[in-house]
């Protein structure tokens, strides 16, 4: 089954320091999300991108944030300089197009701590 | 923008029984209502969603039903078993795959 797969797992930064999360969306879908879910709060949505530009973004997505799809198969998320707030488990997610299929796979996450 | 509230925040019933989570949802621009659950430490996986234009969806233990005038929709869990024991999510959003907004969550416990 194909799924979402996010590296790394866990990322420990000092504040300050700019961050990458990586994730592989499925290679057939063309909707790619990062959300957020501070620990014990409920999922974020942080930014949606398709064709190659962001289509959508929250409040919380400011200029400390980026996102970036390099080559066809990755998709990432940058945090400029890290705060001690940012710490939090960020999930990528992809969705195929259309009205039929709009389900969004997420992957198991990358739990970035702030220290 | 979109805004869902969702309840209760936890619940407890014992094995066997039924459990009803219910959200509400303001933008009545929004179509498609995924409903997601979350185990400790793990990611959101999709369970049931319904779109707009149907009433009632069921999948085996699992329903949801959606009022769009009230704007509200709600997951049915029959025969409740420990292993349905996480997090539930709601979510709303457009039909063209962009940005859901999620509840808060309810945290729901089968007591064996």
């Known amino acids: 089954e194909p799924e979402v797969t996010q590296t790394p797992s866990h990322q420990v930064t000092q504040m300050g320091q700019e961050v990458i999360l990586r994730c592989v969306p499925i290679?057939?879908?063309?909707?790619f999300y990062w959300y957020r879910q501070i620990l014990g709060q409920k999922v974020e949505f942080l930014v949606s991108?398709?064709?190659?530009?962001?289509?959508?973004k929250s409040e919380i997505f400011d200029d400390q944030f980026s996102v970036e799809r390099p080559d066809g198969s990755n998709f990432t998320l940058k945090i400029r300089s890290t705060k001690l707030e940012d710490s939090a488990m960020y999930f990528c997610?992809?969705?195929?197009?259309?009205?039929?299929?709009?389900?969004?796979?997420f992957g198991q996450g990358t739990r970035l701590t702030v220290v | 923008g979109e805004n869902v509230e969702q309840h209760p925040s936890t619940l407890s019933v014992q094995e066997g029984d039924s459990a009803v989570i219910k959200c509400t949802y303001s933008?009545?621009?929004?179509?498609?209502f995924p409903w997601y659950k979350q185990e400790l430490g793990k990611r959101p996986q999709l369970i049931i969603d319904?779109?707009?234009?149907?009433g009632e969806k069921k999948d085996q233990r699992i329903a949801v039903t959606l009022n769009k005038t009230a704007k509200h929709f709600s997951l049915h869990i029959t025969e409740t078993q420990p292993e349905d024991s996480a997090v539930y999510f709601c979510?709303?959003?457009?039909?063209?795959?962009?940005?859901?907004?999620f509840g808060p969550g309810t945290r729901l416990s089968v007591l064996p």
């Open positions: 997610a992809s969705s195929a197009q259309g009205q039929g299929n709009t389900e969004a796979f």
């Open positions: 933008d009545s621009a929004s179509n498609y």
């Open positions: 319904i779109r707009s234009n149907v």
């Open positions: 991108f398709y064709n190659n530009e962001i289509s959508e």
């Open positions: 979510a709303a959003g457009d039909n063209y795959g962009q940005n859901f907004v």
């Open positions: 290679s057939n879908h063309l909707y």
